[in-house]
T-cell receptor, first 115, second 112 residues
Framework: DTAVSQTPKYLVTQMGNDKSIKCEQN?????MYWYKQDSKKFLKIMFS???????INETVPNRFSPKSPDKAHLNLHINSLELGDSAVYFC??????????????FGPGTRLTVL | GQNIDQPTEMTATEGAIVQINCTYQ??????LFWYQQHAGEAPTFLSY????GLEEKGRFSSFLSRSKGYSYLLLKELQMKDSASYLC?????????????FGAGTRLFVKA
């Protein structure tokens, strides 16, 4: 009955490889996010999708490409991995109702290590 | 643009009260959140303020002053399990829609 799930939990790979991280939420939310948390623990928004449509795209290298096949899934594909991509990547979802509560529910995170 | 400032680290004693401050600058303010993040885990929601004043939830309370761009999280009767990072996050509404920006977090150490 996990609310927001991500796979894999750990990912160790070589520089230059391409990898994907998958995210699924069963909360019925219509907004999903990808965050990057680096070694300084700063949680930075990368992308946000609402009903499969990209609404936030922060200054992220175009090696990162999100894909939302449906509103319950938001995957992240990373091409040509670099050392600086090593971080924990969190997926999250929320129900954006305008005013009022719309807290984000986070997945367990994917710890990516690029060697 | 948006800036969120909170102390990097704080230490407090079990059973005591601690207040974690957060100041922010934003346009289109649409709410302030506090999240708790234990080491190696995901952030979890603690509180939400959109109007000025104090919101109380058990041992945790959060205060907001929109005119001062200021919030605090108050933790009472501290327990060892409260050792974690506390993230202040501001939601803003602009032409691109809603966006939540997180502060760098305050690491709280609770000692016996």
């Amino acid at each position: 009955d996990t609310a927001v799930s991500q796979t894999p939990k750990y990912l160790v790979t070589q520089m230059g490889n391409d990898k994907s991280i998958k995210c699924e939420q069963n909360l019925g939310h219509d907004t999903m996010y990808w965050y990057k948390q680096d070694s300084k623990k700063f949680l930075k928004i990368m992308f946000s999708y609402n009903n499969k449509e990209l609404i936030i795209n922060e200054t992220v290298p175009n090696r990162f490409s999100p894909k939302s096949p449906d509103k319950a899934h938001l995957n992240l594909h990373i091409n040509s991995l670099e050392l600086g991509d090593s971080a924990v990547y969190f997926c999250a979802s929320s129900q954006d109702r305008g005013r009022g509560y719309n807290e984000q529910f986070f997945g367990p995170g994917t710890r990516l290590t690029v060697l | 643009g948006q800036n969120i400032d909170q102390p990097t680290e704080m230490t407090a004693t079990e059973g005591a009260i601690v207040q974690i401050n957060c100041t922010y600058q934003t346009s289109g303010f649409n709410g302030l959140f506090w999240y708790q993040q234990h080491a190696g885990e995901a952030p979890t929601f603690l509180s939400y303020n959109v109007l000025d004043g104090l919101e109380e939830k058990g041992r945790f309370s959060s205060f907001l002053s929109r005119s001062k761009g200021y919030s605090y999280l108050l933790l009472k009767e501290l327990q060892m399990k409260d050792s974690a990072s506390y993230l202040c996050a501001v939601r803003e509404l602009n032409s691109g829609g809603f966006k939540t920006i997180f502060g760098a977090g305050t690491r709280l150490f609770v000692k016996a």
